[in-house]
């Protein structure tokens, strides 16, 4: 078949449905009360001590096995108000479940995202929830906040510093709100417009308004902001994509993972997205094996990751590696992109050059490969765009915001979180938390002090 080959419509309506269902189904009441009564309930619980958000992972549990679901739905919410969506994303095998005592013991840890998850849908999915509200405000200060972007980080602090009593306005470029939590994740992860449920509650609190279309450095400025609000919150996300570095990049068929992901979640039906017979992604993280997976998912006959040093070191989780290895893509290592082979403006294959690790650094050994394609999706790696000129004053650390343990950049009134920080891990989980965080320390610069004990936890990834 000659190349390119790239069209909608590879699979029957039946094959993209079971595709694109939900890939790990939650467990039933019965698994769940099995699953908790594993549980040590450990003093001082490492797994605690392993999340990010410092959830009371062995108070919800202990909740769960008294089949009391709202509150270990509460117990999990009031440190992370994402609980939901983190259950679905969280790479809880590298956090909380690598932590859990009985990995250690047995090498099967509690299933800690899996009964996160069941607390969570049971509280969403409650007919009575909205008539018995888990969380109320304080009452008012009189004091407004600006937060710049709807992700994970934004709403995070949004939702925190509206309970403190102050109000909220929320300035988001995209269309919809919740930044990576709608836009990229892998569709089959977060099933049934789960994303907007939560952000519906999250918003149901009151004291928050959103509003679409305002980009920073277009609508809206920083020192706008500034002037008009008592303190400002950026989380802006990361919105640049690197470059492959190499001629031909503008050709038809090479794009960037980051878009293929953001527009199959927002396409109405999966059959009218097109993809093309052989797939190449080059990246090692979980963008590429979003990508890689539903272009498989999509009916690609071929796809693989190239990735440029050996697989233990892929930023992608362990089990992230084996989830796109079990969905038939191909994985290979030790391979940097040498050149993008075009013909008619489109392209038609890829050449890598073979590299080995000589004293830290990597080396072509002089060796090279090449592979057929119709389609390459880069995902190497995101970077911070500052369009608004009153940024340009901001101080950065590796090309991101600067911050101090509390939020803080160098600009006085001025808070950051999420992974447009320095530091981070660009997890969901942690955007959230820098969220909280900086509610509490906006919350103690404007003169208050109403933050509980959870506050007093500290960002460990500071700059």
């Not at 590879?10 to 189904?25: E, G, I, K, M, V």
């Amino acid at each position: 078949m000659p190349l390119p080959d790239i069209k909608p419509g590879r699979l029957s309506a039946c094959q993209y449905t079971d595709n694109f269902s939900d890939a790990h189904p939650p467990l039933t009441r019965v698994q769940a009360l099995i699953e908790a009564e594993r549980c040590y309930y450990c003093f001082d619980a490492p797994c605690v001590n392993a999340c990010p958000t410092g959830i009371d992972i062995p108070s919800f549990i202990r909740r769960v096995s008294e089949d009391n679901l709202r509150g270990a739905a509460k117990a999990i919410l009031e440190a992370n108000v994402f609980g939901g969506m983190c259950a679905r994303v969280c790479p809880t095998e590298v956090l909380c479940e690598q932590a859990c005592v009985r990995n250690t013991n047995e090498d099967k840890p509690v299933e800690i995202g899996l009964l996160q998850r069941h607390a969570t849908d049971a509280y969403f999915k409650a007919p009575h929830r909205d008539q018995s509200p888990m969380f109320t405000r304080l009452p008012p200060t009189g004091k407004r906040i600006a937060v710049v972007g709807a992700g994970p980080a934004g709403l995070s602090c949004a939702h925190r510093a509206a309970l403190l009593g102050h109000d909220v306005t929320v300035f988001e470029a995209r269309p919809k709100s919740g930044g990576l939590n709608e836009y990229g994740l892998a569709t089959y992860k977060t099933v049934d417009g789960f994303a907007q449920e939560e952000i519906d509650w999250l918003l149901s609190i009151g004291g928050i308004e959103i509003r679409h279309g305002h980009r920073l450095g277009e609508q809206i400025t920083l020192a706008d902001l500034s002037g008009q609000f008592d303190a400002v919150f950026l989380g802006l996300g990361l919105g640049g994509v690197n470059a492959l570095g190499v001629a031909s990049e503008s050709v038809a068929g090479v794009g960037n993972a980051v878009e293929f992901i953001a527009g199959l979640r927002q396409a109405g039906d999966f059959a009218a997205v097109p993809v093309g017979r052989r797939v190449v992604v080059i990246g090692g993280g979980m963008t590429a094996v979003d990508a890689a997976v539903q272009s498989r998912k999509l009916g690609a006959e071929e796809v693989t990751i190239v990735y440029r040093r050996d697989q233990p070191r892929m930023p992608a989780s362990a089990y992230e590696q084996e989830w796109a290895q079990r969905n038939g893509v191909n994985i290979r290592t030790w391979s940097v992109l040498k050149t993008l082979d075009t013909s008619m403006e489109h392209i038609e294959g890829v050449t890598f050059a073979e590299v080995q690790e000589v004293g830290g650094r990597l080396e072509v050994t002089g060796r090279h490969w090449s592979i057929e394609a119709d389609t390459v999706l880069k995902a190497i790696g995101q970077t911070l765009v500052l369009a608004d000129p009153t940024l340009a004053t901001l101080a950065l650390q590796s090309g991101r915001i600067a911050v101090d343990a509390e939020g803080r950049t160098s600009l006085a009134g001025v808070w950051a979180g999420g992974d447009c920080t320095a530091g981070g891990q660009d997890l969901t989980v942690e955007a959230v938390e820098h969220g909280k965080v900086a509610a509490y320390s906006i919350d103690r610069a404007l003169g208050f002090n109403r933050h509980d004990a959870g506050a007093k936890r500290v960002r460990r990834t500071a700059a």
